[in-house]
């Protein structure tokens, strides 16, 4: 039902659609895997491929605002946390999308989009790093890719795209460097710097201090047990709604009015709001585990490795191996973030 309103009237209201298909993949994936729905013209189509569907023309089309973009690319989020292992045949789709896409937005202003676009390459090299490499080299990518996110990355300041960044990096360092690309060898030491900058970021973040709550009052919220509710002959108010209109009316034509359709440039997506298996994983210590596990497999390659680092990296790696430790001392309950 979602579909056929998103595909023959619905369009603009993609951003309302995502959240309970997000939900029903979350919830139930062997279902959503399993599922078929009867389509007028279309005969029976697999749940995911409708959602493929939905993905392709929201991306494909013109008149698709950037953040409807990075909304339907959360959709390729979530089928790839919570369908491991079951999807293997949609990595070249989601690749021709989303390499498509991050060359179109190479010379844009705003990050936001590449920043999405990155969220779902780090998921796909999380999902299986051997295979989304080779995606990649397909398609002449590997180097650009990486080096694009690299740059952008000082704009990521929000926890699910540094979380997937490190998650999804990490994971081309568990193979073994023989089944890795030949293009890697240019930007291993890109790629570790990377990595461990990041995920220092993550770990100092994760120490601060959280701020006050903020209280009702301060809000100017009601209390429910003063409100009684407004009488029949009385005009029913309020307050924020007065405001944000007179705030619209303040406007003016000197303000770019995108804001108003949900592209402003510094726009809040709702990334604190999504929820997957991923937030079940401490990055530090996946970065840890990692790093570890690669050096002790191939000590030689991983020393001249190191000898081409910046010694503050170095310095950073050792700093996040010791946080590492502490956080393993730490109680179960308390790890999972």
């Keep these: 039902m979602i579909y056929i309103a998103f595909d023959q ?9 995502v959240p309970p298909l997000e939900n029903f993949i979350g919830k139930a994936p062997q279902q959503f895997l399993q599922g078929c729905a009867v389509i007028p013209e279309k005969g029976t189509v697999p749940y995911i491929d409708l959602v493929f569907a939905i993905v392709d023309k929201t991306i494909s089309e013109e008149q698709s605002s950037e953040c409807e973009v990075r909304k339907a690319l959360t959709l390729y989020l979530s089928i790839l946390h919570n369908c491991r292992g ?24 705003f990050p936001h989009t590449r920043i999405a676009v990155f969220q ?3 998921s796909a090299l ?24 690299s740059k952008d990355s000082e704009h990521m300041v929000k926890w ?9 990096l990490a994971s081309i360092l568990q193979l073994q460097t023989s089944a890795m690309p030949p293009s890697m060898a240019n930007v291993i030491v890109t ?20 701020q006050d709550e ?6 100017g919220a009601c209390d429910e047990e003063d409100f009684e509710g407004f009488a029949e002959d009385q005009d029913v108010t309020d307050s924020t709604h007065e405001e944000y209109m007179n705030a619209v009316k303040n406007l003016g034509g000197s303000v770019d009015m995108r804001f108003l359709i949900g592209d402003w440039p510094d726009d809040d997506d709702d990334d604190e709001l999504y929820t997957s298996p991923l937030d079940d994983i401490d990055q530090l210590l996946f970065f840890s585990d990692t790093m570890r596990a690669a050096f002790a497999r191939e000590p030689e390659f991983y020393q001249q490795i190191q000898a081409s680092l910046p010694v503050d990296v170095v310095s950073s790696c050792q700093n996040l191996f010791a946080a590492a430790a502490l956080e393993r001392q730490k109680p179960q309950d308390a790890q999972v973030k």
């Excluded at 999902?127 to 694009?148: D, F, G, H, I, S």
């Excluded at 699910?160 to 998650?167: A, E």
């Excluded at 903020?214 to 809000?219: A, G, T």
Aim: glycine share 4%; proline share 4%; aromatic share 8%.
């Design 9 to 17: 009237w619905a369009f603009d209201y993609l951003n309302l659609m």
């Design 86 to 109: 079951h999807v293997d045949k949609y990595l070249p789709t989601i690749n021709d999308h989303v390499i498509r896409k991050l060359g179109q937005q190479v010379g844009a202003e």
């Design 120 to 122: 779902v390459i780090g």
């Design 126 to 149: 999380h999902y299986n790093p051997l295979l989304q490499l080779a995606e990649l080299e397909k398609r002449n990518a590997t180097v650009e890719v990486l080096t694009q996110w």
């Design 160 to 168: 699910l795209p540094q979380q997937i960044s490190v998650l999804g």
């Design 191 to 210: 790629l570790i710097t990377f990595l461990t900058k990041m995920s220092e970021k993550m770990n100092n973040e994760s120490y601060k201090e959280p």
């Design 214 to 219: 903020i209280e009702d009052d301060d809000l």
